[in-house]
């Protein structure tokens, strides 16, 4: 659990419905520079479902008993706990089970432990447990990607959907998958049914900018708040991609998917060494792969912006969906469990970085000019993240958190479930 103006933003309007029946956060207005100004009142800029999905969550707990007011007040930990657990754990449990799910069914029950410690040496583990919409967006397109794949395009639709209203940014997947349905089957029904699941979260995102702008053509985010300097906000901070950009989302230190996401380092590696696989490859087939040509319109799309670099994050936050898709292919594809020496050389370094940050910083990195695994390291010197599970409820210090959580991974390790269980299991 972790307080920033990002998560804030999202907080407030839970708060001020509680308080008051509405989302107008003027009460509220210092707390964040993550808002939009309309008309003289102040609301959240984000995209709504996380804050919209924890709403009845935190109401439930609210009629239990379980949370009070403060002078009338909502605003405190509880929502920012409720939103992490609804809109980050629970998603990135969600991510984590699928990992799992798809080696099971190819009867590989052998490399669970490498899924698991692939996707917890990414920057997906990271920004799990905090009120963020990047993992719960990541779990519906990976949800909608596995719809994809059995071509069942109303579902397509409706998870594309979901994840649009959690970070607008995801339509450009849904946009790959259309045009590459198009060219391979060329049949328009697959196309429509697909729009059709997608149609109810449009006209939702219309109704909503309608209501709080006056336009359903008008994001709040073209209302942002003179807090900090983008660009022309007649283009909602968007220009032409830029070749630094795309160079700092992808080979940086500082925002590198390849550094934040290590297992892509090894499923290179594996690439380059099969030249039996290399012989196959064409350019036609990697334009119309149904992640590749997301990666690339997506990483376009954010280069093009200009925070492309996520402001403090911790890796390229606005490409962790499609990271959670690469992810995914790779451990699907036959090559994973290959050249282990590699792929435990890249991931324990992943998941050393990911422990440290969840101790320490967790995702609030600046722009760095060093390599993040010494960055992390020197700020052990500073301050401990202490809103970790056990510090919360029982009040023990950070580093007893950090060091049960070390002891927990062991376990689970050392008693994870023999083959024949996972098998047997994968049947019934």
Known sequence: MWENSNSCSRVLPIATFFERGDFVLNKYMDKTIDISMVNGNYYMDKAPLPSMLTLPFFGLLKLLGMVHS???SYYGRAIYITGAFICGILPFLW??????????????????????VALLSSFVFVFSGTFFAHVLAAACCLMAYIFFEKEKYFWV?????????????TVWIFIAWLFIDAVRNKKIVNVLLALIGFAPSLLFILCYNY??????????????ADNFVVAEKSTYGLSFPKLKAIYGLL?????????????????????FTDKLLLAQ?????????????????????ISSHAAWEGGWSYGPRHLMAVSVLLIYCVIQSASFGKNKFVFWFTCCYGFVCTMLAKLTVLYSVPELQENILTYLISKRNDAYNDGNILSLLSGQ??????????????????TRPKQSTLLSNSKS
């Open 70 to 72: 403060e002078q009338g």
């Open 95 to 116: 991510i984590m089970f699928m990992l799992i799910k798809t080696l099971v069914s190819q009867q590989r029950e052998h490399l669970v432990l490498m899924a698991v």
């Open 157 to 169: 639709g409706i998870f594309c959907g979901l994840s649009f209203l959690t970070e607008y940014t």
């Open 211 to 224: 209501y709080f702008t006056g336009s359903p053509f008008k994001m709040l985010y073209l209302f942002v």
């Open 251 to 271: 080979f940086s230190e500082s925002r590198g998917i390849l550094f934040y996401a290590p297992v892509l380092i090894y499923a290179i590696y594996n690439l």
């Open 281 to 301: 490859i064409r350019v036609k087939s990697l334009l119309l792969h149904p992640i590749l040509l997301p990666f690339l319109l997506t990483l376009l799309f």
């Open 397 to 414: 210090s950070a580093i007893h958190g950090f060091y049960g959580m070390i002891v927990f991974v062991l376990l689970i390790v050392l």
